[in-house]
C-alpha cells in the first residue's frame, strides 16, 4: 500500500444489527464523511434491506463519493423476530456467522490492507469483543464504540469486582439494598436498579461471559466512544476513565449530528435523517398540531422490548384513567410477538379514541421536539432518554432491559427529569405518576427539564462544547493512526 492511499483514511464502521446502535453508527459515518473520510459501514443484509425500505439512507449518503455499504447474513431465519428477549441468538449468529466474514475481509479480503481498497480504521460496537483481536491480527487498529448508557455500562466494568465480592449473583430479599461495588454510585444504586442481566442466579449464562469479554477487551482497544458527555455524566467519565484512559464522549450524538450538518450546510432543519427500520408514520404530526401545548404523552418502548398484554391493558387503563391526550408508538411485534391481535376493552376504546393517536412507528426525535409533547412514557432505552434530555420531556420510566434498570434510576435520582416505575406496571401507579409529573410537580420536573436540554445542547457546540470538542479529537487520532499503517507499510 502507498502512502499517498490513506491520504483519506478509510473507516470500517460495525454496529450491532440494532436500531439504537445502526442509528447511532449512521450519524457517527455521516460525521466522518464530512470530514471527507471514506467510510465502509457493514451492515447485516436483514438491516440494510430495512433501511432502504423505510428511509432516504441510500440518496443521503450518495452525497458522499467514498461511502459505501457492505453487507453480510446474520444467521437468524428471515422470519426470526430479533426482539429483545432472543437477544442471545442474536448474538450468537454474529459471533457464528459474521465474526469468519468479518476476519475474512480485514484479513485477506476486499478491505485487508493487501487490497486496492484498504481499510485504516475500525469502529466496532463494544459487544464485538472479537474484533479488536482480529482488527489487531490484520494490522489496523481499532476503537470500540458502545453506545449503551456510560452509567450502565460502568456497573459492566464493575461486574468482576461485584461478582468476586459476592454481591452478584444476589437475591430476591437483597433488591432493595444498596450496591457497594459500583464506586460512585454507592447512595444511587439498588440491586434492582442493576442491569437486569446482573439478576441471573447463573454465572455461567452466556449474556454474563459476554459482559466479562467486553470489560476485559475494550481496555485493550484504541479507544472508547461513548454517547454522552461531560456535562450529562462527568462524575461517571471519570470512573470509566480509571479504566478506559482513551474515551472520547461525544453525545448526544444526534444532536451533535444535527449540528454539524446544519453549520456544514448539509441539511436544513426539514430535512429528515431517520435511519428508522419501521416506516414512520407522519401523520401525529397532524394530529399533534392540534393539541395544546405540553399536554400530550408520549408512549413509547422503543425497538426490541416485548410486553405482555397484562402490561399492555395495565399501562392503557393507567393512561386513560390520567384523563390526558396521549400518542403512543406500538411496534409490530412488541406484545409478546402478537401484537396485531389485542383488542382494547370497551370501555377504553372511547377515550382511546377521543384522547389519543395510536400508531406503529413515529420519526421520534421530531415527535420529542413538538411543543405539544408535555410527558415521555418510555422504556429508558439510552437514546431515548438522550432524545428526551435534548427536547427537555420529563420522563416516566418502565425500563425492560439491559441497561434500562440503570438509566432509569439515574433519570430520577441523579438528572431528576422524572420518575423510575421499575418493576411496577399496574395502572394505579402509572396514573399517579403521570399526575405527579404533569400536575402537581410540574413546575419542578419542566424546570429540571429544560435544565437539563440546556447542558445537553451546550455540548454539542462547536465552540466550547465537550463533545464537539472530543469528535474533533477522534477525526484527528483518526488520521494520525491511519497514518501510521501506512507508514509501516
Ligand atoms: N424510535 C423511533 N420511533 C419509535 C420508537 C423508537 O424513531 O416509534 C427510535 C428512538 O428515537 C431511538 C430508538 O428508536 O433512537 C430506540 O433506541 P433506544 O436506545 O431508546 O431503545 P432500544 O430500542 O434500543 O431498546
Known amino acids: 500500500m502507498a502512502k499517498n492511499d490513506v491520504q483519506f483514511p478509510h473507516v470500517l464502521i460495525f454496529p450491532l444489527p440494532l436500531q439504537g446502535p445502526v442509528n447511532c453508527m449512521l450519524?457517527?459515518?455521516?460525521?466522518?464523511?464530512?470530514?471527507?473520510?471514506?467510510?465502509?459501514?457493514?451492515?447485516?443484509?436483514?438491516?440494510?434491506?430495512?433501511?432502504?425500505?423505510?428511509?432516504?439512507?441510500?440518496?443521503?449518503?450518495?452525497?458522499?463519493?467514498?461511502?459505501?455499504?457492505?453487507?453480510?447474513?446474520?444467521?437468524?431465519?428471515?422470519?426470526?423476530?430479533?426482539?429483545?428477549?432472543?437477544?442471545?441468538?442474536?448474538?450468537?449468529?454474529m459471533e457464528e456467522v459474521v465474526k469468519p466474514l468479518f476476519e475474512e475481509m480485514l484479513t485477506n479480503g476486499k478491505l485487508s490492507?493487501?487490497?486496492?481498497?484498504?481499510?485504516?480504521?475500525?469502529?466496532?460496537?463494544?459487544?464485538?469483543?472479537?474484533?479488536?483481536?482480529?482488527?489487531?491480527?490484520?494490522?489496523?487498529?481499532?476503537?470500540?464504540?458502545?453506545?449503551?448508557?456510560?452509567?450502565?455500562?460502568?456497573?459492566?466494568?464493575?461486574?468482576?469486582?461485584?461478582i468476586e465480592s459476592g454481591e452478584v449473583p444476589f437475591k430476591e430479599d437483597e433488591y432493595d439494598r444498596k450496591v457497594k461495588g459500583v464506586p460512585g454510585s454507592e447512595n444511587c444504586l439498588r440491586y434492582r436498579d442493576l442491569p437486569s442481566f446482573f439478576g441471573t442466579s447463573d454465572l455461567n449464562e452466556r449474556i454474563i461471559q459476554l459482559i466479562l469479554q467486553e470489560v476485559k477487551e475494550i481496555p485493550r482497544s484504541e479507544g472508547l466512544i461513548l454517547n454522552t458527555s461531560e456535562h450529562i455524566e462527568g462524575p461517571i467519565l471519570s470512573q470509566l476513565s480509571t479504566i478506559c484512559p482513551n474515551n472520547y464522549p461525544i453525545g448526544p450524538l444526534h444532536a451533535l449530528h444535527e449540528s454539524i450538518l446544519l453549520s456544514a450546510q448539509k441539511a436544513s432543519p426539514q430535512v429528515n435523517s431517520s435511519n428508522s427500520l419501521w416506516e414512520d408514520d407522519i401523520s401525529c404530526m397532524t394530529w399533534l398540531d392540534g393539541q395544546p401545548p405540553k399536554s400530550v404523552i408520549y408512549v413509547s418502548i422503543g425497538s426490541l422490548a416485548v410486553m405482555t398484554s397484562d402490561q399492555l391493558m395495565e399501562l392503557c387503563h393507567g393512561i386513560v384513567n390520567s384523563g390526558k391526550r396521549f400518542l403512543w408508538s406500538q411496534r409490530p411485534g412488541s406484545l409478546g410477538g402478537q401484537y396485531d391481535n389485542y383488542t382494547i376493552p370497551e370501555e377504553?376504546?372511547?377515550a382511546m379514541k377521543e384522547r389519543g393517536c395510536i400508531l406503529s412507528w413515529v420519526y421520534q426525535v421530531e415527535v420529542l421536539a413538538h411543543p405539544a409533547i408535555g410527558l415521555f412514557l418510555t422504556h429508558s432505552g439510552w437514546n431515548s432518554t438522550l432524545e428526551s434530555f435534548v427536547e427537555g420531556v420529563p420522563m416516566i420510566c418502565w425500563p425492560y432491559f439491559a441497561d434500562q434498570q440503570v438509566n432509569s434510576r439515574f433519570v430520577q435520582e441523579v438528572w431528576r427529569v422524572g420518575i423510575d416505575l421499575k418493576d411496577k406496571c399496574d395502572r394505579v401507579t402509572i396514573e399517579k405518576a403521570v399526575r405527579e409529573v404533569m400536575e402537581d410537580k410540574k413546575d419542578e420536573f419542566e424546570k429540571s427539564a429544560s435544565r437539563m436540554a440546556k447542558l445537553a445542547r451546550q455540548s454539542v457546540v462547536d465552540r466550547g462544547g465537550s463533545s464537539h470538542y472530543n469528535f474533533n479529537r477522534l477525526v484527528e487520532d483518526i488520521r494520525v493512526m491511519s497514518l501510521r499503517i501506512s507508514a509501516h507499510d
Open 27 to 93: 450519524k457517527l459515518a455521516e460525521l466522518l464523511a464530512i470530514n471527507e473520510f471514506h467510510v465502509t459501514f457493514l451492515n447485516t443484509e436483514y438491516i440494510q434491506d430495512r433501511l432502504l425500505k423505510h428511509t432516504h439512507v441510500q440518496s443521503r449518503f450518495d452525497h458522499y463519493p467514498g461511502f459505501n455499504f457492505e453487507t453480510v447474513p446474520d444467521g437468524l431465519p428471515e422470519d426470526h423476530p430479533r426482539t429483545g428477549d432472543k437477544f442471545i441468538e442474536i448474538a450468537n449468529g
Open 113 to 162: 490492507l493487501k487490497s486496492s481498497k484498504p481499510v485504516t480504521f475500525v469502529i466496532a460496537d463494544g459487544f464485538y469483543s472479537f474484533a479488536n483481536d482480529i482488527a489487531k491480527g490484520a494490522g489496523i487498529p481499532l476503537v470500540y464504540f458502545d453506545t449503551i448508557s456510560p452509567c450502565s455500562l460502568w456497573t459492566f466494568f464493575c461486574l468482576p469486582r461485584l
Open 348 to 350: 377504553l376504546s372511547d
